[in-house]
């Protein structure tokens, strides 16, 4: 749990090398009703699923928290390291990043779902079908991921009563958006060497929800989504709000921020207007995107009120 942060820096910035480059479009759309067999259209190719999964084995946590809040935890029977959520998911020392072919084939599963596949083609040998979800990058994306994973354990309606849910908080939430004269701007910290997120990624989707500036996207020269920022370039953006991804990977907190040299000039850090969003909230793309939502417009509304 404690390495999150990083290890999304690294899925997210170079998917290619983490994971598997493919000619597909990300978000495929799944064929196929709660009868089986069904395939899925996904970007390791065709996923053919012959009967209802009763042994998944998850190797991303972000999949790990989307098969449960489907219905569809009674079927999983081992998660990578990683899945920590929701409380009393069968953790294992399989690895999603790192993933031991062998040890995942111990556990007899019957599907596989990851975040990459490298290094799993051979399950193809082992007659295992392989799901691959990579980060999404949008939200759409990210519903198209809840659905894929409905067909492919049987529990189509569930996954998309659990988008509407997601769709219908979403909602819900914006509808709650201070109303600034002038957006606010902010940084998000993924982790404590300044990595960020621009507004063309996933999480800055979810900031650009709240109505907020987003202070990465003027420096992200190569248009990798996730700029390395310096410290200087922070300083100087003077961002109204900092939110904080890492706290459990870096032990960063906002006394922390605070005290890094030249950052006591910062807005954000003069009106106390640093917040911790939680590693794993702001770096999966599953069911608890409205709780990433909510910490940010609340921190919002605090700014707000500090204004008035």
């Not at 799944?30 to 089986?36: H, K, L, Q, R, V």
């Not at 972000?62 to 959520?85: C, H, K, N, R």
């Not at 063309?200 to 990465?216: D, M, R, V, W």
């Not at 960063?252 to 969003?277: C, L, M």
Request: aromatic letters at 8%; a negative charge; one cysteine or more.
């Amino acid at each position: 749990m404690g390495r999150i942060s990083a290890l999304f820096v690294c899925l997210a910035l170079t998917l290619g090398a983490c994971g598997e480059a493919s000619d597909k479009p990300a978000t495929p759309a799944a064929t196929g009703d709660e009868s089986f067999p069904v395939t899925i259209q996904a970007v390791n190719g065709d996923v053919d699923i012959p009967s209802r999964p009763e042994r998944i084995v998850s190797l991303s946590s972000t999949a790990t928290e989307m098969l449960f809040a489907i219905g569809a935890g009674d079927q999983v029977v081992a998660v990578d390291d990683q899945s920590d959520y929701p409380p009393g998911v069968p953790t294992t020392s399989l690895s999603g990043y790192e993933p031991n072919v062998e040890a995942i084939a111990e556990y007899g599963p019957d599907l596989v779902v990851a975040a990459g596949g490298s290094g799993l083609k051979s399950l193809a040998g082992l007659s295992i079908p392989l799901l691959v979800h990579p980060a999404a990058g949008t939200l759409d994306e990210a519903y198209t991921q809840f659905e894929q994973l409905g067909v492919a354990t049987g529990h189509v309606a569930e996954a998309a009563e659990e988008v509407a849910r997601i769709k219908s908080r979403i909602d819900e939430i914006v509808a709650t958006v201070p109303d600034f004269a002038e957006p606010p701007s902010f940084y998000h910290e993924l982790d404590n060497t300044y990595f960020s997120a621009t507004s063309a990624t996933f999480i800055g989707q979810i900031y650009e929800l709240a109505g907020l500036t987003n202070i990465a996207d003027k420096a992200d020269k190569a248009g990798t989504g996730y700029p390395q920022l310096s410290a200087e370039y922070i300083v100087q953006a003077d961002p109204d709000l900092i939110f904080l991804a890492d706290s459990e990977c870096c032990n960063q907190t906002p006394e922390r921020v605070a005290s890094r040299p030249g950052w006591d000039k910062i807005s954000a850090v003069r009106n106390d207007a640093v917040f911790d969003v939680g590693d794993d909230i702001a770096s999966r793309w599953g069911p608890r995107i409205v709780d990433f939502l909510q910490k940010v417009v609340d921190a919002e509304r605090e700014l707000e009120m500090a204004n008035q």
